[in-house]
């Protein structure tokens, strides 16, 4: 067993610096503003909340050049349960383009996204990177203000709005190996007028990405999923015999599935002859047989182009009037290519058009057909002879129409239009906002109807399933391009119309001060609509995952909140709040929350909280129809040496589903024992009932192999062979989960005689991630993506990994023009999926990767800046997945397969 804990230098740096939530930008400042968090006025400074501030200039520091790659390096954002737009493809689970976060790795939709204190769709690649002038990142459950899904916290951008002048921003970056994932963008800020004295301001930027796509064949850590013992790339193969088939009637008696009777050309030693390996372990009375590995036709990094525009504005109508607005645009083009789609009897038998049609669902090879001799003189050699004169049902790989090639087209837009200003001492504001979404997927090449497929297959006597695409008859080739499928496969549409009013001021004297209200009203109201192609809908479409049905729903949502803060005394501030929120479709929630902060000292202050959150169940969860189509990739425990299966798998919504609830707890200490310094830490629980979930596939077969009683009714056997047939995933209140860590974050500047030296860190410590299966079993999930057994832990199908500790650390030095940046991201070790071949536990150790930049700005107005991503060229660990995962080699949420990446960029501004 390796040992996971942080190295000395690392608790050295810790203990030396101590962290808190905020860094020391944000004491510079006095104004009064709204707080992420708290609907009252306050002064960013006071260290009442726990909120991390990520300024402007670190954002530059990172060396990102979009938001999704910018959270990403933020430790508090872990990977398990959050989806990026950069692992389409290589996930093997398409989120049509969309980036969100998942705060200390609860999921991303337990974490709010708001741009300017106001709900954004939560896709992060809506916001523009040039645009942010900070963020927010409150570290609190804050349900009691916000409402739904800020259970494990709140992101907040907030856009820049008082610039002036012109600043064109330009960065080229490219990794130093060879291959794609090459990265160019372009930005443009403009602002005219100074609110202060001109009583306006307008500021507008457009920025436009591309990105080049990376194959896995370019990277050796990746182009192959055989790593033995450790990996096998356990694919559907091409022409393994899954037994007899009656014509017209259908499985024969001797009929197995799968790789059962196993293939002439493994038996030979020839699997490479058509793409394939020979399997190289067996039990179980197997014959030998062929599989795929499928890892070098998988695309790391997808094509890519965005687009997005925004503006905000702020106008003094009078004294005591302000008008405000805000509007962004954007559009995501994603192009994800992979392996070409595997075909088999289970497969098959999710399309309903089969029996529809009357079509078997399998590729026959009947004995008529000449290349049938092959699969005879084989089966007699091994002593399957019985077969020989049946038909005979065989899988595919079918390499026909190319690699899969999806496409997504993203449109995403949120406008905002308020009002503020002060009435006799009253803080007033009102905003109206709107925000839509629109995807439209499709497929470009690659894909195929299943059930044109099998009929022209069955109805020709030339394929040759134990030959090469290339190498089937001219007649053969033609033929079956009748069944190739281009076009859309479906259109999912969202929108949110809102609008709120909040007042807060002076409420009466307390022992220390004036005690402060908040008080505000919401309207919300959500429309939701999914589009299939008839062909998607039919789950005719290999490949694609089985039927999607169309969905068109829509609910409304209403609420009220309160908010007091006492000054008990000058040290001392308690501060409560409350909130009730009213749905059409299944009724209401109430929240709470209560901290308080005491300035013990000049040099110390302690604050604490506790509350009540909830996240509403989603429009698709409630009401997406139940359908049969094809799960995602498992290994059954009773069949070891069969890994990556696939099987039928019902799945849908729930239309009785209630609120998930949550109960948060936190105590944190601040310390300012120096100017320029700021060290602290923030302990926090989280705990959630009547969690929304459907187990996965691999989870699902695994608990019913080790006898949960919770699982029984979820797995339907084949009655002669003991394997998987079918498996059930619908949504269901049937789970509950406790989180609690440590976040620990500082900031320090000091003045040397030669120049500025500034330290800065953010790092996440996971003490607890626990979650409870229906039954009762908990799955503890911290450092590890498999239970003590080898079965995935619950939530592993989301993928991504709960890490003990992550630390981002910044080392900055800045002398006259110069300005030299050196950052380090570590995170512990953790366990993943057990070696395939032999069973045995797999670890990844403590990585430690640096990222490097140097800026100069000695040319007036001119900025330039070098810098280089995994400066020592670092390769990924051994990864074994715990779940379905199409890349091979490394962890596709922990690691950027680019590896070192080196970019130039250069920022000017115009008076």
Known sequence: MPNFKVSPIHLGVIALIGFSSLNAVAQQKVEEVFVTGS???????????????????????????????????????????????????????????QATISLRGIGDQYTLVLVNGRPANGNLNLIPLAAIERIEILQDGASSTYGSDAIAGVVNFIMTNN???????????????????????????????????????????????TEKELYAGDRDFAK????????????????????????????????????????????SGNCADISMFLYPSLSGGKAPYCLYDSAKDVRLVPEREALSVSFSGKYKLNNSVQLFGDAIISQTDLTSRYQPSPVRYSFLTTDSLFA????????????????????????????????????????????????????????????????????NGHAWESAVYSMTSKVDSGVADGYFSQVKFAQIVNSRNDWNPWAPASAQTDAFKQAVQAAKYTGSTIGINTKTVGGDAKITGPAFNAPGGEAMYAAGVQYQKYELERNPDSALASGDIAGLGGAQLALTKDRSNTAAFGELSIPVSKT???????????????????????????????????RASMGTGFRAPSLTSLWTPQTTGTSAQFTDPKFPNMPNQQVQEVSGGNPNLQPEKSKQKSIGLVLTPVKNLTIGIDAWNIE???????????????????GDAAYAGLVTLNPSTGMVDQVKSVFANIGSASYSGIDLNAAYKMNLESGTLGLSMYGTYMNKADETSPSGTISRKVGTMVESNGDPVIGADSGGVIVKWKHLLTVSYETGPWRYTLGQNFYTGYRTGDRMLDGEPNYVPNQTTYNAQVSYSGVKNLKLTLGVKNLLDKNPPIYVPASNQFASGYDISMYDPRARFVYLSANYKFN
């Open 572 to 606: 001392l501030e308690l501060n409560t709040s409350a909130r009730h929120d009213n749905y059409s479709d299944f009724g209401g929630a109430d929240t709470y929350k209560a901290n308080a902060r005491w300035k013990a000292s000049n040099i110390a202050v302690v």
């Open 688 to 706: 959630i009932d009547g969690k929304i979930t459907s187990a996965s596939a691999q989870e699902t077969v695994s608990r019913f192999r080790s």
């Open 163 to 209: 610039f002036q002048g012109v600043e064109v921003s330009a960065n080229v970056g490219t990794p130093t190996r060879p291959g794609g994932g090459q990265r160019k963008t372009f930005g443009v800020t403009v602002g005219k007028g100074n609110y202060a004295t001109d009583g306006f301001n307008i500021t507008g930027s457009f920025s436009a990405e």
């Open 39 to 97: 609907a009252i006025r306050r002064i960013v400074s006071d260290e009442a909340l726990p909120i991390q501030v990520v300024t402007k200039e670190e954002i530059k520091s990172f060396g990102v050049s979009n938001t999704e790659e910018l959270m990403k390096f933020m430790p508090i954002a872990q990977s398990m349960g959050g989806t990026h737009s950069s692992l389409d493809g290589a996930g093997g689970v398409s989120n049509y383009g």
């Open 356 to 423: 529809a049609q009357k079509i078997d669902p399998a590729l026959l090879i009947s004995p008529s057909n000449p290349n049938y001799k092959i699969a005879a003189d084989y089966l007699t050699k091994q002593g399957f002879g019985s077969l020989v004169g049946q038909s005979l049902a065989i899988t595919s790989r079918v390499f026909d129409f190319g690699p899969r090639t999806n496409t997504n087209n993203l449109n995403d837009s949120r406008f905002v239009a308020g009002a503020r200003g002060d009435l």
């Open 224 to 267: 192959t999923g055989n790593v033995f013992p450790y990996l096998v790339g356990a694919a559907t193969g091409q022409g393994n015999i899954e037994g007899g088939w009656i014509p017209g009637v259908g499985k024969a008696s001797t009929f197995k599935g799968s790789t059962w009777y196993g293939n002439p050309l493994a038996a």
